[in-house]
């Protein structure tokens, strides 16, 4: 198939490499024109702008919006949709709030453009390890681009089959699915944003028991002093806690087992923050998740007011003087 | 009544000086002598040691310990063990871990020795206000020491009386309770101390959150300058969450709204790790007590592990590089 | 002052009544017209509809209402904008989300009809012991309506002055706050809720392991026979956790220490879930109140999709089978 | 190599075969002799009590004790402590508290014999996939098990080799550590363990929201029909929560999407408890991994203490009468 691919970053410029390596036929753009230029290598047509890539595709035209969420997808979108014509199609591949895209689709629909929302798994490694994507859209929106999730997606792999599966669409064992109407591909990729918080923090509590159960600060008789890059590659064999983000660990602690260059601050992005929103509107108890974000939060503050209270209302009523930091 | 105290920071010095105030004879010991002598210019008998405060009292004498809990507190009550005789009582008003009450107590009875736990709330308030204490002990012991806990009890005063309390025992309206055997007085201070940690992370947060909305971070028309000793002000009349704590909190940031000579290293005590322990033990769900435990524990470090190793993976499957803090 | 009010229920009727009491003059309006016939013979005119109201009332208006948050109040307000001429007043006094607040004084200013939002708190008390509250809006208009809010509030009552306190105005120390513009008082009386969760929590949870250690499920040396209500009692006086809610607490212990007739479903309203969100959108860790809001989402579920998952995983990897119920 | 085992389970069981067609020489012994008959068909010599066994076997003698942790491991070692013979060695596999290791081989030292702490993972999938071992014991004696260890362990496998790891000592890659000294081993497991329960409880919240987002109590223009069996078999391919655990939830759904026959209540064991007094005893922040373990609590109770003191709370301030359950 022929599509436009606007945004050639981590995600766009190698989910245009991956389609192009599959066959397909990509018109690139990007604001950096420098971005461009490795892609146009690789085989890419290149187009200015939104108006010459919208005057290359031909009808009904796919065009792939891969921005970060917000307002750079949102001004992209609103242009192309001066640009479009009905029955073309907007695929939004970024992290997007679930909700924008129902608004999108809901304006878009007087003009006959479709909107198709996809959720896209994989970060780095997706060139090579292919997308895991799930996909809001009509049924037939979906089933049109079909050839370009087939191309972009794992495939079955080596991977065990799952025992007892039985469903005549094998899309799923393959890496991507049709989650349903649009916004349900983002809500899903959200949510599955949301749990990688949760998996992600897990494992670093309990790393960093280990590490302080190896401390120095401890009395000898108390003190094991664990090989933690050990720790993490024998539990990829085996235990129940191996994981691909256990596997990252294992890599990252056999490089680097004190992981001293870190200052310790970590950002979140919105999904996380969307998923704790969700479960507050749907009433679902989400503690593990919601304090895997908090965590994150704490992580980039130091000395907060929450904490300068807690301390004056125990000088307050026990006269305590908190020790040096 | 007569009695021994040893240990005179704080806590035992003011509890010293209510005793004597209403009437009961003090034999007094510390460490540091020049502690001493201030109790001694009140009335305060004084003993150079253990030996000689238990020779100063007649039998059956009773001794209060107030010393840190753990190794001094136990060292002395290991002394006292050796000097007193049977129908003495040691009563521990320190912060002991109740089960190490339930385990001396064992290893007093066999020399007919007493022993009493006292949980007692109050703080540099105390003196003025009066003591809450949560007492395990045989039900003859505890009446046995009625008037001391009755003189150090804040008494009524003018609290309004609880509707629909029928009670005919009516010592908890005058600040002490028998809680039951050896072990129960630490064991309800504990839960005491788990509350109050909650009960403080509870207003931290929210004072944080309203901290933050008044933050020159934000745009000017997403920012409320609120002014947080006021609102604490008015929180003490007429609302919901009114409390001592809250008094307190009006009272810190009345004087310094900003707080900012605190670092933000908040120390925690024994008993919000046992009451933890004893919800891990008991199988009872207590996030809210827990979770404020776990905020000091934060609070006092930077640039953990488990942040480092959150950075780590995130560059691993992401490429993400962590914004300098 | 003359004031319209209406919504007649729990609350402002109440309102109502106190406002009467010192001297103001209430036209009333409530859908059922039955609330409102105790009011008429306690002194207030009736109106039997929005515009009946409008046309009683002398120019400028002030009309306060006191309605469930969300659509009721929405439909009033969108009613009364027809009705009302420039320099009225609304007042919001339920429990709206503070977004709500800003976009309607924005929608009501090209009419010249004041907003303002009073976030309230005193519940069935506030009768008799006055209404705490926190009030956005114009400064003009706050101190327009200043008398309004001196009688609601509690005044100084018999509380003791805060330490230290030195503010010009005493408003806050008679119980009521200009928060700010419009939006800062339900800001303010959001957090309130908030912390009231949170703090709730910490009680129950405490409450919760003290009863568990009272089970006759454990074996009789581990066992304490607490008397809950007693510990309620004693707590009040002097101890770190004295507070209304603790009063409240001792008060429903006193009469039903089982407090078996609760289902232990727990509902939460708006409040504590926009903290929440709050939180999130600050990116202020908030792992007391959100743990406290999840926790009453689960008190309403039993049997949930999570724990069967938990289960299904566990007899996938080690073929545990769960214990009955 | 020769050696016993004691407990023929699920776990024991497996492990025996696993042994034995790697060539060891099995003594088996069970309580339950019925269980036993399997083994010695399988090529098991059969001893009937400690004794037989420890007669049977050559010394050194190696013995592994694969049982439920406390009492019966307890009182089986304190067994084979009088029977066994300088020299000797007691292998404990089950999931024993470090400590009690640790107190353990303080308690045989004098006796020449040597302990070790084997923590395993790998449940009823051991035999196929072989067993993640983590063993804490003298350097000399884990050297000297080496045989059995690298039996047991699953092995290189097919997986991907961890980029830029350089250990000289392969073992960890092979599925087995020498952790450090009696009691490592099962300190580690015991992480791993409360690792297992926040990474189990992160996809178990995910999923909860997914599947209420899917509830026909939604009004049909906020639902997604989520095919959940569907969402899992994606997320095993090239998604960044792919794991062990996603793969056995892929399992589950794809029988019984709706998972009814669970009944929500879900077990825990010891090491998820200890894991969290570890946390408390280090001053380590957990509270992903605590709030997975009270999320367990909560699932195995109804009609908690502290739910009823919230609604009576709420009923003592507001008046509020929770709706029904």
Redesign the interface.
């Known amino acids: 198939m022929q599509l436009g691919i606007i945004g050639l970053g981590?995600m766009g410029g190698n989910i245009a490499r991956r389609l192009m390596r599959g066959g397909h036929a990509v018109v690139a753009h990007d604001q950096d024109a420098a971005v461009t230029s490795a892609l146009i290598e690789e085989g890419a047509d290149h187009a200015a702008s939104l108006a010459a890539m919208v005057e290359r595709l031909e009808a009904p035209r796919t065009v792939w919006v891969m921005l970060p969420a917000g307002e750079p997808t949102e001004a992209t979108i609103n242009t192309l949709a001066e640009l479009l014509a009905p029955g073309d199609i907007i695929i939004d591949g970024g992290n997007t709030f679930y909700k924008d895209d129902i608004r999108r689709a809901r304006a878009l629909e007087p003009k006959g453009i479709h909107y198709v929302d996809v959720g896209t798994?994989?970060?780095?490694?997706?060139l090579e390890?292919?997308?895991?994507?799930?996909v809001g859209a009509e049924r037939e929106v979906f089933d049109y681009l079909d050839p370009l999730f087939d191309t972009l997606?794992?495939?079955y792999?080596?991977?065990?089959r799952?025992?007892?599966?039985?469903?005549p669409?094998d899309?799923?064992?393959?890496?991507?699915?049709h989650?349903?109407?649009v916004?349900?591909g983002h809500?899903?990729k959200m949510?599955?944003?949301?749990?990688?918080?949760?998996?992600?923090?897990?494992?670093?509590?309990?790393?960093?028991?280990?590490?302080?159960?190896s401390s120095e600060a401890l009395p000898e008789d108390e003190r094991?002093?664990?090989?933690l890059?050990?720790?993490a590659?024998?539990?990829?064999?085996?235990?129940?806690?191996?994981?691909?983000?256990?596997?990252?660990?294992?890599?990252?602690?056999?490089?680097?087992p004190r992981?001293?260059h870190?200052?310790?601050?970590?950002?979140?992005s919105g999904e996380g923050?969307w998923?704790?929103?969700?479960?507050?509107?749907?009433?679902?108890?989400?503690?593990?998740?919601?304090?895997?974000?908090?965590?994150?939060?704490?992580?980039?503050k130091?000395?907060?007011?929450?904490?300068?209270?807690?301390?004056?209302?125990?000088?307050?009523?026990?006269?305590?003087v908190?020790?040096?930091?």
């Open positions: 981590r798994s994989g970060g780095v490694w997706g390890r292919g997308y895991c994507m799930m997606a794992p495939g792999g080596d991977l065990e799952t025992r007892g599966r039985n469903a669409d899309r799923a064992e393959r890496g991507y699915i989650a349903g109407p916004g349900a809500y899903v949510v599955h944003n949301g749990i990688e918080y949760g998996l992600m923090q897990a494992y670093a509590e309990g790393f960093e028991l280990m590490q302080s159960k094991f002093e664990l090989n890059a050990d720790v590659e024998v539990w990829r064999r085996g235990s129940v806690v191996s994981s691909w983000l256990l596997d990252l660990t294992a890599q990252a602690l056999a490089g680097d992981l001293d870190y200052t310790g601050a970590v950002a979140d923050r998923t704790i929103d969700a479960a507050v509107e749907q009433g679902v108890a989400t503690p593990v998740l919601a304090n895997a974000l908090f965590s994150r939060f704490s992580s980039r130091e000395n907060t007011y929450a904490n300068r209270l807690l301390s004056a209302m125990r000088f307050g009523f026990g006269g305590h908190e020790p040096p930091k």
